[in-house]
């Protein structure tokens, strides 16, 4: 099962998202958020947990330019351990 995280903060954006994921014949798990430190919390949790992480993170460009992700996605780097590909 592939596990797919959704960040966004537009409610239409996400239902979009998810119908077009759905019809991926892919058995999967859809988990949304609307933030980037929303996400990055639910990323803790599982760590802490010892959960897998999502397969596939999708982060809206909206927030990933509002909120200034990159500084966010380097700290994700360094204290999840994995390389993300906005460098």
Do not use: C, W
């Not at 803790?44 to 397969?55: Q, T, V």
């Not at 596939?56 to 200034?68: G, T």
């Not at 700290?75 to 994995?82: L, S």
Request: no cysteine; charged share 25%; proline share 2%.
């Amino acid at each position: 099962m592939k596990h797919v995280l959704l960040i966004d903060d537009n409610e239409t954006d996400s239902y979009i998202a998810k119908h077009i994921i759905g019809k991926d014949k892919t058995p999967q798990k859809i988990s949304t958020q609307s933030s980037a430190i929303e996400a990055l919390e639910l990323l803790a949790i599982l760590k802490k947990n010892g959960e897998e992480f999502p397969d596939y993170i999708s982060l809206s460009l909206n927030l990933y330019y509002a909120y200034n992700a990159n500084a966010s996605l380097k700290e994700f780097d360094y204290y999840f351990g994995f390389r993300t590909s906005f460098k």
